[in-house]
């Protein structure tokens, strides 16, 4: 089964951008559709983006146009890109794997990458 580390988190300012990046062992990334996810202290976890093996993608409403899901099959990861961050966007940032787009939370969740945004 695939296990998934995530990286890449920080403090960053508003209108700030950071890449996470998801690294699998175990099994190749490119035949699972994977998922970034997202939980703010308090409230539930959330789908932030997913992208199919084919490459099709989809996003939150409230990420659109700032947020980009990309898989590197070569070094079996997946990376998030968010730009023009907001506080709203504070969250522990989680990977996971599944079989399509609707559904991509199979796996065992991991540690997730703290994402600070603030000024």
């Known amino acids: 089964q695939v296990q998934l580390v995530e990286s890449g988190g920080g403090l960053v300012q508003p209108g700030g951008s950071l890449r996470l990046s998801c690294a699998a062992s175990g099994s190749a990334v490119s035949v699972y559709a994977m998922g970034w996810y997202r939980q703010a202290l308090g409230k539930q976890r959330d789908m932030v983006a997913a992208i199919s093996t084919g490459g099709y993608t989809k996003y939150a409403d409230s990420v659109k146009g700032r947020f980009t899901i990309s898989r590197d099959n070569t070094n079996n990861t997946v990376h998030l890109l968010m730009n023009n961050l907001k506080p709203e966007d504070t969250a522990l940032y989680y990977c996971?794997?599944?079989?399509?787009?609707?559904?991509?939370?199979?796996?065992?969740w991991g540690q997730g990458t703290q994402v600070t945004v603030s000024s």
């Open positions: 996971n794997w599944g079989y399509g787009l609707g559904k991509t939370d199979y796996g065992p």
